[in-house]
């Protein structure tokens, strides 16, 4: 999409489309001779597979719309009908329910694989931030998409996250009079269209769970857009400096990104077809019954660290402030890291932090899938859950806010190779 | 982080300890440690199982359980003929559609039925959950369509519970009145009167009607209806990632071939 591009119409018909509309010459320079670094590894092929996620759940979607029924009387059942009555609705509920895990598991490998190569950085701060919010987009489908089967733990999550909007009572306790509901209650009646959770919430809930992809891949459009214009990072976090450290995109990376993306499509065919179950709760095979609360609430795993923040502080509205805080954080991420090298492979010290990081994220996660009320046995002492929670999401914001900017002021990195190519042919390969 | 530390300790010595031995008589045990040849990626269903626990199921438990997304037709699936089907579901009392009068109820109050039709599913006990909770000492009995997969431990847990009764309480242990001892079930009283006995059925088959057979028998009945696909969902599992294996072979050898004099 920019630079120079090297489309020769090979016929008539293609020269007279290309004068009229260059699409052939727009697929030709982004996807067959981009010029791509020639040291990109097995984590730059998550890119791909999270496009090829995308394109699973909107279709697997759109057949699964057309025998979902989106009322609180009959959701439940529908869902039901289509894994038992609908010519492969088995297969498309499980493909759909699972593809979101694996989006996650995606999502999240490639925002790591970010953050340690420092691909945030400038000049690709744009993209970064354009990935943020397809994330933001993204934990919302999913939010949406889990209340749809109206089965139990998705009412009650609708019914949790959705209160968290209460908390904002605390700031305009009465909207109008003093008789009147404060601004936090007044936004979280508007969300369910009512006075709880119930059939029009559910009906909006269907509605933006079918448009939030299609925003997405318009996202995803600018996002690689964002991404053409500076070009891949890569392992080394330096630039590329010539024809020599790069290789067209076709075939190197389309047969690279094929084989890891039919690895990645094995271990969900395995989810789908061996464990359709396992990352599912037991309490959403019994329909929604608002009378009835879970004794555990939990989200989906992709959101428990998160949901561990949330719990780990006493006060309501702070905690929603923090949660949506963690999120925010990312977007500034480009300007927190300080470093003038990007690749944490030349960053001794960051690259402690990072893992540290890395284990901070998949301890939260572990927490918020314990009961509140948990407690750790250390030795003699009984330590309550809540107190680690603490610590990791401390750890999460200092990391961002205080040991990102300031390591990479401190730090004195490792040398780093002249030139990518440099570094793949003279054997001085890192041993990452 | 200095400050949390040292507070979380002091914080951990306040808070009262759980008192173990209180928590144990109310906590449900784990569900039992049972192995079914179903379960597993090569597990598949042995059809005389399947029809043994559907008997357990037709004259024991459809007493106070509905299951309500199983249909006559259905029963195909655990090796039944269309013929047998045809014969089960005359035998069964549907209720019946409106008459040419519009009438459901005879003059006696009586609900009208017909005899069933395939396509027709297994009638419910009760007419709806207040009759249900009226028969069962104010407690519902669940519909069982998907109840395996609906309870944490799938099937080991549903056959915890059947096999679990007749145990002594611990000492101290209040039985709640119209309740039973179940120490599988959350908080150890349950509402359903022990169901099974041995030789609650006969078997055709010669198989013993033990109680631990029968809880096994519609254990792996009610699995088998929580998701009547799940042997087609393997055998299409094991097609799948055969495929992908060999083209991830190709991929491979493709890449290698590419890559070949790139590094
Ligand atoms: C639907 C979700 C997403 C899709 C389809 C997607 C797609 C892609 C693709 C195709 C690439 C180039 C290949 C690669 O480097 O893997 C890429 C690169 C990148 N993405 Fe995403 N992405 C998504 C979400 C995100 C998110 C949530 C973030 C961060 C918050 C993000 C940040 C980046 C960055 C920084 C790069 C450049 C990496 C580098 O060159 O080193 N993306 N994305």
New binding site residues.
């Given amino acids: 999409m920019s630079g120079n591009s090297t489309y020769e119409p090979k016929n008539g018909l293609s020269r007279w489309l290309d004068a009229r509309l260059p699409i052939m010459r727009l697929a030709h320079d982004t996807m067959s001779t981009f010029p791509t670094p020639r040291n990109l590894n097995v984590w730059?092929?998550?890119?791909?597979i999270?496009?090829f996620c995308?394109g699973v759940q909107i279709v697997t979607g759109i057949v699964l719309a057309m025998h979902y029924t989106p009322t609180a009387a009959a959701a439940f059942d529908s869902v039901e009908n289509i894994r038992r009555e609908v010519n492969y609705g088995w297969l498309l509920n499980f493909i759909h329910s699972n593809g979101a895990s694996m989006f996650f598991l995606a999502?999240y490998l490639?925002?790591f694989r970010?953050l340690y190569?420092g691909?945030?950085k400038a000049p690709?701060e744009v993209?970064?931030i354009l990935?943020?919010i397809?994330?933001v987009v993204?934990v919302a489908t999913a939010f949406l998409g889990y209340v749809l089967p109206w089965g139990q733990m998705s009412f009650w999550a609708a019914t949790v996250i959705t209160n968290l909007f209460t908390s904002l009572d605390q700031i305009i306790p009465h909207l109008g009079g003093a008789h009147d509901p404060g601004l936090g209650t007044t936004i979280t009646q508007w969300l369910w269209g009512g006075f709880a959770v119930g059939d029009p919430t559910l009906n909006r809930f269907f509605s933006l769970h079918y448009l939030l992809p299609f925003v997405?891949a318009g996202l995803?459009v600018l996002?690689?857009w964002a991404?053409h214009v500076p070009g891949?990072?890569n392992p080394l976090g330096i630039d590329v400096k010539g024809p020599q450290d790069t290789v067209p995109f076709h075939p190197y990376y389309t047969v690279k990104d094929g084989f890891y993306l039919c690895l990645f499509v094995i271990l969900f065919a395995f989810l789908v077809f061996f464990a359709p179950d396992f990352v599912g709760n037991p309490d959403n095979y019994t329909t929604a019954n608002p009378l009835v609360t879970p004794p555990h609430i939990v989200p989906e795993w992709y959101l428990l660290p998160f949901y561990a923040m949330l719990r780990s502080i006493p006060q309501k509205l702070v905690g929603v402030l923090v949660l949506f805080g963690a999120i925010a954080t990312?977007l500034f991420v480009p300007w927190l890291d300080t470093s003038r090298v990007r690749s944490m492979r030349f960053r001794p010290m960051m690259k402690q932090f990072f893992w540290i990081f890395v284990a901070d994220c998949i301890l939260l996660g572990y927490l918020g899938s314990q009961e509140p009320q948990a407690v750790w046995h250390l030795g003699g002492v009984d330590m309550p859950l809540l107190w680690p929670a603490r610590i990791g999401t401390l750890y999460y914001f200092a990391f961002f806010w205080v040991i990102m900017p300031v390591i990479g002021l401190i730090e004195t990195p490792r040398p780093r190779p002249d030139s990518i190519a440099a570094s793949v042919l003279g054997n001085a390969q890192a041993a990452e | 982080m200095r400050i949390a530390l040292p507070l979380a300790v002091v914080f951990a010595l306040v808070v009262p300890a759980l008192a173990d031995d209180a928590a144990n008589t109310t906590d449900p045990l784990p569900p039992k440690e049972v192995a079914f040849p179903f379960q597993g990626p090569f597990g598949t269903y042995d059809r005389e199982q399947l029809q043994r626990g559907f008997q357990v199921y037709k004259e024991v438990c459809s007493a106070c359980h509905s299951l309500n997304r199983i249909a006559y037709h259905d029963l195909d699936g655990i090796g039944f003929d269309a013929a047998q089907i045809k014969a089960l579901a005359a035998a069964a009392k549907i209720p019946a559609e409106p008459n040419d009068k519009g009438e459901t109820y005879d003059s006696d109050g009586q609900r009208l039925t017909r005899p069933g039709i395939p396509a027709d599913t297994l009638p419910a006990p009760f007419a709806n959950e207040k009759a249900a909770r009226a028969n069962n000492n104010g407690a519902l009995p669940p519909d069982l369509s998907v109840i395996v997969k609906a309870r944490e431990g799938g099937a080991a847990y549903v056959y915890s519970i059947l096999s679990g009764f007749g145990q002594k309480p611990p000492p101290g242990f209040h039985v709640l009145a119209n309740k039973y001892y179940n120490p599988y079930f959350a908080g150890r009283n349950i509402s359903m009167p022990p169901p099974l006995t041995e030789g609650a059925v006969t078997y055709s088959d010669g198989t013993t009607a033990s109680v631990d057979q029968e809880a096994k028998d519609v254990v792996t009945f009610l699995s088998w209806a929580s998701e009547p696909k799940m042997e087609e969902r393997k055998r299409m599992g094991f097609e799948v990632i055969l495929f992908l294996l060999a083209l991830a072979g190709l991929l491979y050898l493709s890449y290698r071939r590419v890559w070949r004099d790139m590094h």
């Fill in positions: 730059y092929t998550f890119g791909g999270l496009t995308l999502v490639h925002m970010g190569y691909s945030s690709r993209l970064w990935g943020v397809i994330y993204m997405i995803v996002h690689i991404l891949n990072n990312l």
